[in-house]
């Protein structure tokens, strides 16, 4: 799978994941949340579908995401936690999705 910013798939499914937390963050009406000493950022993705490369990436690019929010002094306690979830134990449409439908999806090819 391609990886950086040409990488097609992988590069949108970052976008979209920078998207989701800044509109989490925008529409949070939990107070607890705003007032949170640290900013948490929690991703879940299906393992064996990024290199830990990707995932790298994906943390320094979300935490950037986060500073660019809520100002550089936030840098040092801004967290991102990555989890995987198992191949097939993630479902989408009622249906599961595997790794390999991930990286289907990622390269244009219809799954399903």
Partial sequence: MPTGRGAGGTWILTRVLTRLVVILIENASDVRVKRAAMPLINVRVIEGVFSDAQKRQMIEELTDTMVGIEGENMRPVTWV??????????GIAG?????SDVKALAAGVPVG
Avoid: R
């Fill in 95 to 99: 249906k599961p999705l595997s790794a």
């Fill in 81 to 90: 936690v990555l989890e995987e979830v198992k191949s097939g134990d993630w």
